[in-house]
């Protein structure tokens, strides 16, 4: 059935929902897998491009449902975004990532920096910067252990508060990154304003060179970067031959699905702990 000009209404077990009525128990299914523990963080590594070498970790958050199996962010990460769920959702991926950084260093492992994906709304609000502080001195964890991946979107909105956490939290060593890096508007004056020490060149750029050649979007962000003395990461690596491109312009970081997918902690310690810790 369809409400006529409007969006789809849905058939569920309770009956036939509208737009709104569908949208409102999503709410609250989302609310209830945060209490009970249904959200989990995968890990995706990233690689120095020209030594091969884990150098970090990047923390994407996904959602065991109880009867669609395991949701991707793209399914409920919207909707947290316009309902601001988003900001208690943002506190649980933060507060998971740290745990799992002091779980790491507790089992003897020496971990490498995880990176937490934040919305634009948390990077607006006040305090965030205070709050990480506290959360890293609780545990004991050292800045640079935590690095932020923030996109450009979020550095065009309210500019006063994002502005002043980013400069407190590069501050004490969090690193930032921005994400997606060529998909906003974002002018390089703007760029300039903003104390980022990483550029991650989005998926798409990346998988656009067909030919021998890099694309040209990703030669000049690379060449971009480096002249504001930025480190570059290249996203959806999946081929030998993107590699090799991205290597011959210099990039530092690659991450993709030609080294790992996103895997759970378990798996990370797997295959990237157990074999350093002996
Ligand atoms: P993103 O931050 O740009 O993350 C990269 C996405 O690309 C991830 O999708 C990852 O699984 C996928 N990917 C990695 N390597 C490859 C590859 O080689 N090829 C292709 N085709 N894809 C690759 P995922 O996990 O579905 O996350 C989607 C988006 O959801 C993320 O995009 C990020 O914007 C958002 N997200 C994820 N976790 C969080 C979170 O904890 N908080 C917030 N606010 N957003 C999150
Ligand atoms: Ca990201
Ligand atoms: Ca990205
Ligand atoms: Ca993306």
Request: charged share 30%; glycine share 8%.
């Amino acid at each position: 059935a369809k409400k006529a000009g409007g969006d789809r209404w849905v058939l569920h077990e309770d009956g036939l929902l509208s737009p709104e009525e569908e949208r409102a128990r999503k709410v609250g299914e989302l609310r209830e897998a945060l209490a009970n523990g249904q959200l989990l963080l995968h890990y995706q590594p990233k690689f120095e491009v020209a030594s091969k070498r884990l150098a970090g970790l990047e923390a994407l958050v996904r959602w065991n449902h109880p009867q669609r199996g395991e949701l991707a962010p793209g399914e409920f990460i919207p909707l947290a975004e316009e309902t601001g769920l988003i900001a208690e959702i943002g506190e649980w991926v933060l507060g998971r990532a740290v745990a799992q950084l002091r779980e790491w260093e507790d089992w003897g492992y020496e971990p490498v920096p995880v990176s937490v994906n934040l919305s634009p709304i948390e990077l607006q609000r006040e305090g965030l910067a205070g709050r990480i502080e506290g959360l890293l001195a609780k545990l004991g964890l050292p800045a640079r252990l935590l690095e932020l991946e923030v996109t450009e979107s979020s550095m065009m909105r309210d500019i006063d508060p994002v502005l002043s956490n980013l400069t407190e939290l590069r501050r004490l060593g969090v690193g930032i990154a921005i994400d997606d890096f060529g998909t906003g508007y974002s002018s390089l004056g703007q760029l300039a304003r903003f104390p980022v020490d990483t550029i991650k060149i989005d998926k798409s750029f990346i998988q656009s060179s067909r030919e021998d050649e890099p694309a040209p979007i990703v030669e000049s962000i690379v060449n971009l970067a480096h002249g504001m003395k930025l480190k570059v990461v290249a996203e959806g690596v999946e081929d030998e031959r993107q590699l090799r491109l991205l290597s011959r312009l210099h990039c530092e970081l690659a991450q993709g699905f030609l080294f790992s997918r996103p895997l759970p902690a378990r798996e990370i310690e797997e295959r990237y702990w157990k074999k350093s810790a002996a």
